[in-house]
């Protein structure tokens, strides 16, 4: 039954007669009764008892009646729903990222998000890279901050930023009490040559962490096979442990942030011209079509990177 026929019933009963009816809806008495008839030929059964001076529903009629109420709520609920979706009413975008981008990057754009959307839950999946690629690929996630490319043809990319690696020195260091490296705390960092390290200490990423590959390829290129002291899942734990003067260690430029203080413990290189900084981007399933509510989260995330309101 569709909605004009539920109406046209429903005023047959509220006005008590065909032809009061047939005035109201601006109608003719006999095209409202052969409209009605066509829905009850339709169903199989009368659905009005006919009197002289009352009309009522049938037994079936009231059952049919009801139904149709229900199914006009459910569709109401159902488009209010909708809308609440498409205008960010409600909703839930789930974003994968390591802890370093949570920190650096979405405890700044979570509160614009919900500034903007307060009714929108954000969900966070905190992982590595390779595990945050197959939540992406899985759909586990609406989207996932990583390092690109990824090769996997199913993911659509969206470039975010190019993030340098530094080399963490402690100030104690011998090439920097000697006056070989000078002392860096601030940016713009001086580049280094990163063979003249061959012979320290390091503190890498454990394996299954992009900085262990890169940290990898960068020794290889300088020819040298580094002395690994210690290996970790966290670019703080290197940090301090270079700040003691455990070793050397390698990190993204966005930890270093913060670091400037008078009791400044490490200081900080940039890697020659030549080496190739990383790339951070989005990453998300083609097989997916992005929730309203995820494609405004990524569009906020994407403009304020862009446009450098934030360098991690």
Not at 57 to 71: D, M, P, Y
Not at 244 to 256: K, N
């Amino acid at each position: 039954m569709s909605e004009k026929e539920l109406s046209y019933i429903l005023k047959v009963l509220e006005e008590g007669s065909f032809s009061k009816a047939a005035e109201k809806l601006y109608i003719s008495q006999p095209s409202l009764s052969e409209y009605i008839k066509r829905t009850e030929k339709r169903i199989g059964t009368p659905l009005l008892n006919r009197q002289a001076n009352t009309v009522s529903l049938t037994e079936a009629g009231k059952i049919f009646v009801e139904s149709e109420r229900n199914i006009a709520r459910l569709r109401e609920n159902t488009q209010r729903q909708i809308n609440d979706l498409i205008h960010l009413d409600s909703g839930q975008v789930t974003i994968g990222s390591s802890v370093f981008r949570c920190k650096q990057l979405l405890t700044r754009i979570i509160p614009i998000f919900k500034e903007r959307y307060p009714k929108v839950d954000v969900l966070i999946e905190e992982d590595v890279t390779e595990n945050l690629v197959s939540y992406a690929e899985q759909g586990i996630t609406d989207f996932s901050i990583v390092l690109l490319p990824t090769n996997i043809k199913s993911l659509i990319s969206d470039w975010l930023f190019d993030e340098k690696i530094v080399v963490a020195v402690s100030k104690n260091h011998y090439f920097i009490q000697n006056n070989i490296l000078p002392v860096s705390f601030t940016r713009p960092f001086p580049p280094v040559d990163f063979s003249l390290f061959k012979n320290d200490n390091f503190i890498s990423m454990k394996s299954g962490i992009e900085l262990k590959k890169y940290f990898s390829n960068l020794c290889q290129k300088y020819g040298f096979s580094p002395k690994v002291v210690l290996e970790t899942k966290s670019h703080e734990i290197a940090k301090s442990l270079a700040r003691v003067g455990l070793g050397i260690t390698i990190i993204p430029e966005g930890y270093a942030e913060g670091e400037i203080s008078s009791n400044q413990a490490l200081c900080y290189y940039n890697l020659e011209k030549g080496i190739e900084p990383r790339h951070v981007g989005l990453v998300y399933s083609s097989k997916k079509t992005l929730s309203h509510a995820a494609t405004a989260f990524k569009d906020i995330l994407v403009s304020e990177t862009q446009r450098n309101a934030i360098m991690p």
